[in-house]
């Protein structure tokens, strides 16, 4: 686990064990979450370590407990705290260190409430800052902890998240400097106890956003759980189901899991989106005209994939063929957020008869396969899109949406799935190599280098030629300049790549495309430092970036979808972005997200992170943002626009095109890339419209395309009809 310097110096971490639990009616550190079906003093400690583990708290981990409190906790002794000691957990690592412990002794501070096991653990290190936390917190995290470091100002004595309801300060997850502390300790010394009137005192007066308090992005991660009743609620919101009962499997009410999202969005039509885009109030960031242009993207230049050329292999033209250096994908992986199952398990599975199987865990993208036998295969893994299979054992992924989470456990106190159909082996799996192998070209002699073929050969690993990082950061635009941020911990950028991939970790293709497309129309492409999946990261970057007020739009990319690692919409939520609309009825790209930050005037166009499906959104709304931003402009120069496809003029081989229309669902706008004939007009043979060849990863389809073809579906009494423009 890689060390980094503390975002707070000298801190330390308590964690409180609670008081009496009388509204509880038992122990609050001994209940069991649900998530893992440990002592919720075990999973918050796990997490506590992994963040100590990663150099956050470099002055420890303490518990503060009564003595009846720690007889009851089986606490790791000093330096002895390993995997063995504890519960699975997927936050656990190997670099753990020990527990320090504090006795909340009354007699030493009075009945003081919490202040007293605070004060404790601050006279073992005065000096430090401490981080304290109630035990009684179900949705504390990783991400919940950092972002409030991430706020707490170097000056400020205190920091503590504010209720989004009334804007009260939470004092049990809070940041406490010495300064802070002996505030406390001075009024608790004159009977003025409480940590909240502490706080207040030692500011001069109520704790508000900016001065010492910190806007919680969501409520739940200061939602505390003092009755059964909000314990009780606490578990149906982490498990997406009612608490274990008595409920049979076969009479449950079925709910989607938890690791996806509850509901779904709901997909404006294509047009209308458009139509949204061109009255978004944008305001455009004036700059004086610079000397030197990025629109350096004249047709026909030579390129050549064995030379480094510093502008970008965009607008060249190949001098030989380009063989792929990897093939895509780099392995088997799921196309969809699901359930990874074996077909053979839920081949009888119906609707009367549903067949229940648990889960055995949870893959993320860039998460390593885990170690799992194809004899476990009766279970199921939730499974998120591009994660690594568990083993051969699973072929196939049930859609989310196609199954069911009942209220039953196994014997295991596993969580069952409801499957009521069966499935396809092979369904929804990417198989390795299944667009190009390694060796396959991927363009020819005298093809142009669009947008689309960088992502084409970034994908295939063809690294020279293609922009870099540290060019764009130089270059200046008389356009605009234009954030690029990606997400998603399995995304590796090919300039980073020194060694070869880790298992579940890909090669970044879509912000090459991107910084392409973007430097074509004359805008400076600025590449912002990648967020993995926490969605503290991501809500610190965009609040970051648009508080320069220097960029005329902002690209998310990925993160906008339904899985558990899709952090994207609550970010821009939490920032105070106002939605224009999420989810589109296109294919591939569906989930795209459009918001806009009104006090600046910024659209944030947030891409899906398959890369098929991200360009097809460039092309139809980020392409339409920049219009917009353009509308002041005369330059000259024609838009590219969608044209009709005119089957007679069309060459259509073997009634490609008509066969494709005719497939089209109603309603639905459907995007495939194609080559373009010797005519100048869109070409369909066999193979192009078909399986591989289509979807939001198809980049086969890219191979030897120069145009991208849509479908508008059946609406309203009209018939399905095509339109088409080249790259």
């Not at 753990?96 to 605070?118: F, K, Y």
């Not at 363009?443 to 050969?457: F, H, N």
């Not at 639905?668 to 080559?675: H, I, K, M």
Request: proline share 8%; aromatic share 6%; hydrophobic share 40%.
């Amino acid at each position: 686990m890689p060390h980094r310097e503390p975002v707070v110096e000298d801190l330390a971490v308590l964690l409180l064990l609670g008081g009496q639990s009388r509204r509880m009616g038992t122990p609050k550190h001994l209940l069991q979450h649900p998530l893992t079906q440990e002592p919720l003093y075990r999973y918050h400690l796990s997490t506590l370590l992994r963040l100590s583990a990663e150099g956050t708290f470099p002055r420890g981990v303490w518990v503060s407990a009564r003595q009846d409190q720690l007889d009851t906790v089986d606490l790791p002794e000093v330096g002895c705290f390993s995997l063995a000691s504890l519960p699975k957990h997927p936050l656990i690592i190997p670099d753990i260190q020990s527990v320090n412990t504090v006795l909340d002794d009354r007699e030493t501070h009075g009945d003081i409430g919490p202040a007293a096991g605070i004060l404790q653990a601050a006279a073992t290190q005065p000096d430090a800052t401490w981080l304290v936390l109630a035990v009684d917190l179900p949705f504390l995290s990783g991400d919940s902890i950092s972002h409030l470091l991430a706020n707490h100002a170097p000056a400020s004595p205190v920091s503590l998240y504010l209720h989004s309801d009334d804007g009260n300060p939470e004092p049990l997850f809070s940041v406490w400097t010495p300064l802070a502390l002996d505030q406390l300790r001075q009024n608790c010394q004159a009977g003025k106890s409480g940590p909240c009137r502490a706080a207040k005192d030692v500011w001069g007066g109520k704790i508000v956003e900016g001065k010492g308090g910190v806007k919680v992005p969501t409520e739940a991660w200061i939602t505390d759980a003092d009755t059964p009743e909000e314990w009780a609620e606490a578990q149906k919101r982490l498990h997406g189901i009612e608490p274990a009962g008595t409920t049979d499997a076969s009479t449950s009410t079925a709910t989607h899991c938890t690791g996806f999202a509850k509901v779904a969005y709901t997909a404006t039509a294509f047009h209308d989106a458009v139509s949204l885009v061109r009255s978004l109030p944008v305001k455009r960031k004036r700059r004086a005209p610079s000397t030197t242009s990025t629109g350096q993207f004249g047709r026909g230049r030579p390129f050549d994939a064995e030379g480094s050329e510093p502008s970008g292999a965009g607008g060249y033209t190949s001098q030989a063929d380009i063989h792929a250096l990897l093939p895509h994908p780099l392995e088997d992986n799921s196309a969809m957020d699901g359930y990874a199952v074996a077909a053979s398990a839920i081949a009888h599975a119906s609707p009367a008869a549903p067949v229940l199987l648990p889960v055995l865990g949870r893959i993320v993208a860039g998460d390593a396969p885990p170690v799992c036998s194809d004899a476990a295969s009766t279970g199921c893994w939730e499974i998120m899109t591009g994660a690594v299979f568990p083993s051969p054992g699973f072929d196939s992924v049930v859609k989310v949406e196609d199954a069911s989470r009942t209220e039953s456990l196994d014997a295991r106190r596993r969580h069952m799935i409801a499957f009521s159909a069966p499935i396809h082996p092979g369904k929804n799996r990417r198989r390795r190599g299944e667009q190009f192998e390694s060796g396959d070209v991927l363009l020819r002699v005298d093809e142009e280098v669009t947008p689309e073929a960088v992502m084409l050969l970034a994908a295939g690993g063809v690294q020279h030629g293609l922009p870099g990082r540290e060019v764009q950061a130089h270059r200046s635009s008389r356009r605009g300049r234009v954030a690029i941020l990606a997400t998603g911990k399995e995304v590796v950028s090919l300039s980073d790549r020194e060694q070869s991939l880790a298992p579940g970790q890909v090669v970044d293709c879509i912000t090459p495309f991107l910084d392409t497309f973007l430097r074509s129309r004359d805008y400076e492409p600025v590449h912002l430092p990648p967020c993995g999946d926490s969605l503290a990261d991501l809500s610190s970057a965009l609040s970051t970036a648009l508080a320069t007020e220097s960029f005329d739009l902002i690209l998310t990319v990925a993160g906008v979808s339904l899985g558990s690692a899709d952090h994207t919409p609550e970010a821009l939520a939490s920032i105070g972005l106002t939605q224009q609309f999420h989810g589109v009825a296109i294919r591939p790209g569906g989930p795209v997200m459009l918001s806009l930050h009104e006090a600046t005037g910024t659209p944030v166009l947030s891409l899906p992170g398959n890369p098929i499906a991200s360009a097809v959104c460039m092309r139809a709304f980020g392409e339409e943002v920049l219009r917009r931003l353009e509308d002041d402009e005369e330059d000259g120069r024609e838009p590219e626009e969608w044209r009709p496809l005119d089957m007679k003029g069309a060459n259509e081989q073997d009634g490609g095109w008509s066969a494709w229309l005719d497939r089209q669902k109603a309603g639905v706008s459907t995007f495939a890339a194609v080559p373009v004939g010797a005519r100048g007009t869109p070409v369909a043979p066999n193979g192009v419209l078909g399986s591989t060849c289509g979807g939001p990863c198809a980049l086969r389809s890219l191979i030897g395309a120069g145009a991208w073809v849509r479908a508008d579906g059946a609406r309203d009494g009209t018939p399905c009809r095509a339109y088409w423009r080249r790259f």
